[in-house]
């Protein structure tokens, strides 16, 4: 069943690739967010510098988020997606410089975002995947 919902959806992902916002991409998006986030959390927490890589990394991993709520037309969508961006790469720098206080702070800024958006966007369907709303 749920193999058949996984070809069913690829069959209409592609027939409105061109069409329709790439719901697809946004979700391969999301699944590397998650752990790269949470990873940079525990980073952030052990002062390890290498924290500024994954900062930037999520900053450039919304690039997909914000394109998909612009062709969905949803302003709210795009506007967490900019926070996000921005204070990813102000906490990428702020790791680079050593100041952990202010990087803990945009961190927060930053994942506050997820929610934000997850709380209007997100929808857990019954199946327990994850879908957009
Ligand atoms: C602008 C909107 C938006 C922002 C900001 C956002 N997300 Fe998401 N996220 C979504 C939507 C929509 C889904 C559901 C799509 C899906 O997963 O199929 C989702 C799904 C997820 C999932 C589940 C993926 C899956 O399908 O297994 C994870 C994990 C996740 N987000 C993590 C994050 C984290 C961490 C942040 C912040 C650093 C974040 N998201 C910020 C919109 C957003």
Do not use: N
Request: proline residues 2%; glycine residues 10%; hydrophobic residues 40%.
């Amino acid at each position: 069943m749920k193999k058949l919902t996984v070809v069913v959806g690829l069959i209409a992902a592609m027939g409105v690739a061109f069409a329709a916002p790439d719901e697809a991409k946004l979700r391969a998006s999301m699944k590397q967010i998650g752990p790269v986030c949470s990873g940079l959390g525990k980073k952030l927490k052990a002062k390890d510098a290498s924290g500024a890589a994954d900062a930037k990394q999520l900053a450039g991993l919304f690039g997909d988020t914000q394109k998909y709520f612009k062709e969905a037309k949803a302003d709210d969508g795009v506007a967490h997606s900019k926070t996000a961006i921005a204070e990813f790469k102000t906490t990428s720098k702020l790791i680079a410089a050593g100041k952990w206080d202010e990087a803990d702070a945009g961190f927060k800024k930053a994942t506050a975002s997820c929610s934000g958006c997850h709380s209007k966007h997100r929808e857990k369907a019954s199946d327990g995947s994850w879908k957009v709303k």
